[in-house]
């Protein structure tokens, strides 16, 4: 979790602004226990159609705040 809090606080960003997709389940669970948004890539993914639910949930997040 450490070099996740690093690039969020290089970006300076949340964790809900950033989206890390990758193919580890181990990368995933690491980024979704600080929240951060993710995709489990596959061979097969839509990456579009997985990318747009989480633009979604993003502008979700800021019409709640």
Not at 6 to 33: C, Q, S, T
Not at 41 to 46: E, F, G, L, M
């Amino acid at each position: 979790n450490d070099f996740y809090q690093y690039v969020l606080n290089k970006m300076n960003i949340e964790p809900k602004e950033l989206l890390f997709l990758d193919d580890n389940i181990e990368n995933i669970e690491g980024a979704n226990e600080i929240g951060i948004n993710t995709i489990r890539v596959y061979k097969d993914t839509d990456l579009f159609s997985e990318i747009c639910n989480v633009i979604q949930l993003i502008l979700n997040f800021y019409e709640t705040i």
